[in-house]
Structure formats: structure tokens, C-alpha cells
């Protein structure tokens, strides 16, 4: 089949035949540009599904016409249109990256947009075997399993799962993890596309077989039975929401305006924070909020380290000593080694000040710190804005915080499964974040909604600190029990479970996504072999 020959009218071991013409690429490489642009309409398609638009449905319908637009091709000429595909939907979902840089918003989605090329090649492939939307559904697995740790940790963000927070599919979280939601999502799709290539439609146009009508309706059949069971089932499972209560506070205090000196904004941020907790203090007084057995501050809520710096830890200690309870603040401190500095979450007493706390294990790199520094810095005077890199910190943030042990993770930590899966067993999760710098764009919303869909995959509480916002309580099974608004200041008080039985995502680890990885990869490598065999023939 020749490569721009409209897919699903000939079989699939003779449609998927590489051309071995030289790639043309203002013609739209080897694919040609008809399904060069309809990939790129994928990732378009796909984008409005995640925060702040949440048009869910759309995330399986973008990778039924990712799929449309591969069917057919080899492995070579999937590449271009993959690419163009992620290229689209990456920079839409990441705009808020511009706030740092165009430059650097531009590259990252760049960079993300190529891990699209290797699993549109493996889409090619895998669609030449029986069973193909089941193949092509695991890739995605894959595809993200690999965007999600190379390079550098890793980047996490847009994944299929992060679309699908609060939809039927939200509950398998709790079945299979983070990567079991994506597969079924991408499943939906890939059925969506079997029944495009394969019903009635594809029939009805090409007229060519006698009888063809009552065949074709059968993929139909099977791709919307497959959905139906996967949308229905999903709700159906349990998200126990029971567990001993206890009441929490979260506080938002708010950023200054722009214009300080860079210590006047520190201190101003420290100063909201500690503002609001004494606030607290009198509401609970007044007896017009409940008294909260614990106080959780966002990221950075002090960057002026309070163990060297007098002033800071005296404000911290009167605002905890005012409020009578443990508060988890949010600290930059200086490290040992004086060219690095420590992201800590700090359990601070009303009696006894700091004690235990948790270092950030996965801080950011070219924002936390900067990979080659000495080649970088002379190459982007920008990275010199960063003149300390943040130490990776060892143990999980598992903290005793007044009645009850949290888990602990700091900002863009929420996206890694195994980050969070290593403090699932708090009794709470506390998600503590900075997002001013980000603030109005689309990745605080995409932030909570990773942090509804760990709240639903391990069955906890989440508790989300923001600087600026967006805080929220969350509850086990994903509902938002109170949210804040952005850049303003704010103080939330709940009474919720704590939980200790662990889920089955929870037993289960990385096997679910180890398991579907290999099971892209070994689908992929059945049909590479099958193809050497078929052109040696």
C-alpha cells in the first residue's frame, strides 16, 4: 500500500509496506501531508482534555486519530507525523512553562514531542498483528513510562492519566495505579480507531465486497462493547472513603506583589504565612472554626532559612506557638556544602520547634538545579539566576505530624508515581507547592488534578499547600472538599479521614506498568520479526 492510500481499505500485511523513497519532508515526510496533519489534529484534539478545560472525552477520541493517521505506514514513515503530533500537543499543555522563558517552553515541549516518534513507530508495527488496539494501548504505557525517567528523572507531565482525574476511568487508580488509567483510556481510543478502520464506514466508501455490510458492523460491535464495559465499570469501583477523623488546617498566605528586593519578598512571604496561621489562631478562639490538629504551610513559605536566620525563626515559632498544634512549614535552608541549598518540609512544635522533615528528593533540573552548570552558565546567562543547585534528598517524606503520620512530597513530585507510592503509607498525603511563578495558567489546575488522582490511587486525604494557590482539601475518593481560589489569601479547615489500609495499586507497585511496558515492547518486537520474515519472502 502506498503511503498516503486511505487506511483501512487493504489488508494489513500489504498496507503496511514502507516506502523506500527518501523522505520528503515539506511533503510531509514518508506519511505525506494528509496524515501528517491529521496526527497534528490528534494532539490538538488530545490538549483541551487536560486542566483547565477538562474535555475529558476528547483524550480517547486524540489517540483514535493518532492511530487513523498511522495505520498502514511503516515504522519510518511514522515517525514525522508522531513527532508533529506531540509537538502540537505539548505546547498548549505546557504554555504555562513560558512564564520562565518562550525559549525554554519551547524546547521542553520540543523535547517531549520526540518521545512521540519511537511509540508512533511501535503503533505502526503493532497494528499488523490480531489484537492490534490492545498492543497500541500499551505503548502509551510505555511511551510514558520512558518520558516519565530519561533524562535527568524524567518529565511526568500531560500523561493520559492526568486527563481522566475526575471521569468514569478515575477509579482503576485505585486497581492499577496511574499507568492502568492511561492504558484504558488509550484502549477507548485505539477501539474508537479499530471501528473507524474496520465498520461500517470505511465499508460503505470503498464498495469493493460483496456482503461487506454485515462483516463490518462487528468491529463496530466490539469496540463499542469494550468502551461500554470500560466506562461502566470504572465507577463501580469501591473508593472507601472511612477512617478515624481528624481535623486539618491549610494555609495559602499569599505572594507580595513584584517589586521588592529580593530578601523584602522573601520576608513579605513569610510574613503572609505567618499572618494567616495567627488568624487562624483567633478564629479558632472565637470558636468559629473547629481547632485543627495539625497546620500544613506551602513550599518555600519561608525562604529564609530558620535555623541561621534569628527573625524567621521567631516569627515561625510564635505564629505554631499561637496556633497550639504541629505545623508542617515549608523551608529553603542552607546545606552543609555552601554551593547547594535543601527543599525541606520541616514539623515544627509548638513546644519543642523544628524536629523531623523531609528533603526533596526529586527537585527540578534547570530550575533546582542545573545539569553541566559549568558548560550551561557561560552558554545561557539566564542559569545564573540559579547560583545554588538543591540537594536531592534520601528518605520518603514520612513524618509524624500531631496525631497522625503524612506522606509527605514536594510540588512536581505529585507527578511521579513512585515518589508518591514510597509515602502512601502516611495516614494523609501533604502535597506542599509553590506555583506563583506559574500562577494563572494551566499547570496549578493540572497540578490538583494529579493530586485528585493520588488522593483516589491510594485511598488518602490530600492536603495541597500553594503558596499562591491552588490549595485544596481533597478527599479519598477524588472530591474536592475545599479549594482556593489564586493570589489571594486563604485558610482551610476540615475535618477529614485518615486512613491506613492500603489498595490494591498500592500491593500491586510498578508491576502494572511494568507488565504493560513489556507487553508493548514484546508485541512490537512479534511484529518486527514477522515483517523481516514477510519481506525476505
Given at each position: 500500500m502506498a503511503p498516503n492510500t486511505l487506511p483501512g481499505t487493504q489488508p494489513a500485511d500489504t498496507e503496511a509496506v514502507p516506502s523506500r523513497r527518501p523522505a520528503r519532508l515539506w511533503r510531509g515526510g514518508r506519511a505525506g501531508w494528509p496524515r501528517t496533519l491529521a496526527a497534528a489534529a490528534a494532539g490538538l484534539v488530545m490538549w483541551p482534555a487536560f486542566p483547565p478545560y477538562d474535555l475529558w472525552p476528547l483524550a480517547p477520541v486524540g489517540v483514535a486519530l493518532l492511530t487513523v493517521a498511522l495505520y498502514g505506514l511503516g515504522p519510518r514513515a511514522a515517525l514525522w507525523p508522531s513527532l508533529w503530533c506531540g509537538v502540537v500537543f505539548f505546547l498548549p499543555a505546557l504554555s504555562g512553562i513560558v512564564k520562565i522563558g518562550p525559549d525554554g517552553w519551547i524546547l521542553l515541549s520540543v523535547v517531549q514531542a520526540l518521545y512521540f516518534m519511537p511509540m508512533g513507530a511501535g503503533i505502526a508495527l503493532a497494528a499488523r498483528l490480531p489484537g492490534w488496539p490492545v498492543w497500541t494501548a500499551a505503548l502509551w504505557v510505555a511511551q510514558e513510562l520512558v518520558r516519565g525517567r530519561v533524562p535527568f528523572g524524567g518529565f511526568p507531565w500531560a500523561r493520559l492519566v492526568f486527563?481522566?482525574?475526575?471521569?468514569?476511568?478515575?477509579?482503576?487508580?485505585?486497581?492499577?495505579?496511574?499507568?492502568?488509567?492511561?492504558?484504558?483510556?488509550?484502549?477507548?481510543?485505539?477501539?474508537?480507531?479499530?471501528?473507524?478502520?474496520?465498520g461500517p464506514l470505511p465499508a460503505v466508501v470503498a464498495r469493493r465486497l460483496p456482503g461487506a455490510a454485515p462483516r463490518t458492523l462487528r468491529p463496530l460491535a466490539v469496540a463499542a462493547a469494550g468502551v461500554l464495559a470500560i466506562g461502566v465499570a470504572g465507577p463501580l469501583v469501591p473508593t472507601p472513603t472511612g477512617g478515624r477523623p481528624v481535623t486539618v488546617a491549610v494555609i495559602q498566605g499569599n505572594v507580595p506583589?513584584?517589586?521588592?528586593?529580593?530578601?523584602?519578598?522573601?520576608?513579605?512571604?513569610?510574613?503572609?504565612?505567618?499572618?494567616?496561621t495567627h488568624e487562624l489562631a483567633a478564629l479558632v478562639r472565637a470558636g468559629r472554626v473547629a481547632r485543627p490538629e495539625l497546620v500544613v504551610w506551602p513550599e518555600n513559605s519561608s525562604d529564609l532559612d530558620p535555623y541561621t536566620d534569628p527573625e524567621a525563626r521567631a516569627l515561625i515559632d510564635a505564629a505554631v506557638k499561637d496556633v497550639g498544634v504541629p505545623v508542617l512549614v515549608g523551608a529553603v535552608v542552607d546545606s552543609a556544602d555552601p554551593r547547594h541549598v535543601e527543599n525541606r518540609g520541616i514539623v515544627w512544635d509548638p513546644a519543642g520547634g523544628p524536629g523531623a522533615y523531609y528533603v526533596k528528593r526529586h527537585p527540578v533540573p534547570f530550575g533546582e538545579y542545573l545539569p553541566f552548570r559549568p558548560v550551561l552558565t557561560k552558554l545561557i546567562t539566564r542559569f545564573e539566576r540559579i547560583p545554588r543547585d538543591f540537594t536531592q534528598g534520601g528518605p520518603p517524606g514520612l513524618l509524624r505530624l500531631g496525631p497522625v503520620r503524612v506522606g509527605d512530597v514536594i510540588c512536581f513530585e505529585v507527578a511521579y508515581d513512585e515518589v508518591?507510592?514510597?509515602?502512601?503509607?502516611?495516614?494523609?498525603?501533604?502535597?506542599?507547592?509553590?506555583?506563583?511563578?506559574?500562577?494563572?495558567?494551566?499547570?496549578?489546575?493540572?497540578?490538583?488534578?494529579?493530586?485528585?488522582?493520588?488522593?483516589?490511587?491510594?485511598?488518602?486525604?490530600?492536603?495541597?499547600?500553594?503558596?499562591?494557590?491552588?490549595?485544596?482539601?481533597?478527599?479519598?475518593?477524588g472530591r474536592l472538599i475545599d479549594r482556593s481560589a489564586e493570589f489571594v489569601p486563604d485558610i482551610q479547615v476540615a475535618a477529614v479521614p485518615a486512613r491506613t489500609a492500603?489498595?490494591?495499586?498500592?500491593?500491586?507497585?510498578?508491576?502494572?506498568?511494568?507488565?504493560?511496558?513489556?507487553?508493548?515492547?514484546?508485541?512490537?518486537?512479534?511484529a518486527a520479526r514477522r515483517t523481516r520474515t514477510t519481506e525476505g519472502a
Open positions: 486527563s481522566q482525574t475526575d471521569t468514569p476511568f478515575t477509579g482503576y487508580a485505585a486497581v492499577g495505579g496511574a499507568p492502568l488509567v492511561t492504558f484504558l483510556t488509550a484502549l477507548c481510543g485505539t477501539l474508537l480507531a479499530y471501528a473507524l478502520l474496520r506583589r513584584l517589586g521588592l528586593d529580593f530578601n523584602a519578598q522573601r520576608r513579605a512571604v513569610l510574613d503572609n504565612h505567618v499572618r494567616r508518591v507510592r514510597d509515602v502512601a503509607a502516611g495516614e494523609l498525603l501533604v502535597v506542599q507547592t509553590n506555583n506563583a511563578t506559574y500562577g494563572r495558567t494551566s499547570l496549578p489546575p493540572q497540578q490538583l488534578a494529579m493530586s485528585r488522582l493520588r488522593a483516589v490511587e491510594h485511598g488518602r486525604t490530600v492536603l495541597v499547600a500553594a503558596t499562591s494557590g491552588i490549595s485544596a482539601i481533597i478527599a479519598p475518593d492500603p489498595t490494591l495499586a498500592d500491593r500491586l507497585g510498578p508491576w502494572p506498568e511494568r507488565a504493560l511496558a513489556l507487553l508493548a515492547v514484546a508485541a512490537v518486537a512479534v
